[in-house]
T-cell receptor
Framework: GAVVSQHPSWVICKSGTSVKIECRSL??????MFWYRQFPKQSLMLMAT?????????EQGVEKDKFLINHASLTLSTLTVTSAHPEDSSFYIC??????????????FGPGTRLTVL | GENVEQHPSTLSVQEGDSAVIKCTYS??????FPWYKQELGKRPQLIID?????GEKKDQRIAVTLNKTAKHFSLHITETQPEDSAVYFC????????????FGSGTRLSIRP
């Protein structure tokens, strides 16, 4: 159990276009999901916290108008990279919070989406 | 803000020897410390974790220690094997801050045959 999927696994797009990435918790409900970006040979950097039914909370330095997050259901969060540019090329990973009790939350990661902007 | 520092950035050990990776955290409210292993192009995989009410935890060849007073925690891998080669990330989480994972910068571990 506790499987998180992402789609697509990789995408190549032209500069100026928008790309949507989906993150799904397949066998559990997640009121909170997280979006990370990872550049080559670097760590995972938290971009935003996605909250079901409410606005996402963005980390400092992340443009909310460029990285649109929608968490419309308890099993799906989407990240849309708007007007993508080559510097947005990265590995995007989501994680979903699995609440296993009052004080024990475990996060499960999606397989990641590699975005290449030409 | 919250910060997790990790050392070393690269580590090369002879197969069969031990590897140690160290991390420090800044947020005193952190109460959960997972360690992840990430292979190239794949998702991070949880390999071991420790909570703030425990000082040490062991799972076969992997052990983690936590010093809350000093805000230090370490990963120990004994009897290293080629398949241990990967990038390892430490992390700190405070459930009082919406369970955000703050990752360390990562350690690239190479096991020499």
């Amino acid at each position: 159990g506790a499987v998180v999927s992402q789609h697509p696994s990789w995408v190549i797009c032209k500069s100026g276009t928008s790309v949507k990435i989906e993150c799904r918790s397949l066998d559990f409900q997640a009121t909170t999901m997280f979006w990370y970006r990872q550049f080559p040979k670097q760590s995972l950097m938290l971009m935003a916290t996605s909250n079901e039914g409410s606005k996402a909370t963005y980390e400092q330095g992340v443009e909310k108008d460029k990285f649109l997050i929608n968490h419309a259901s308890l099993t799906l969060s989407t990240l849309t990279v708007t007007s993508a540019h080559p510097e947005d090329s990265s590995f995007y990973i989501c994680s979903a919070n699995h609440e296993r009790g009052a004080s024990y939350n475990e996060q499960f990661f999606g397989p990641g989406t590699r975005l290449t902007v030409l | 803000g919250e910060n997790v520092e990790q050392h070393p950035s690269t580590l090369s050990v002879q197969e069969g020897d031990s590897a140690v990776i160290k991390c420090t955290y800044s947020d005193s409210a952190s109460n959960y410390f997972p360690w992840y292993k990430q292979e190239l192009g794949k998702r991070p995989q949880l390999i071991i974790d420790i909570r703030s009410n425990v000082g040490e935890k062991k799972d076969q060849r992997i052990a983690v220690t936590l010093n809350k007073t000093a805000k230090h925690f370490s990963l120990h891998i004994t009897e290293t094997q080629p398949e241990d080669s990967a990038v390892y990330f430490c992390a700190a989480i405070s459930y009082s801050s919406a369970s955000k994972i703050i990752f360390g910068s990562g350690t690239r571990l190479s096991i020499r045959p």
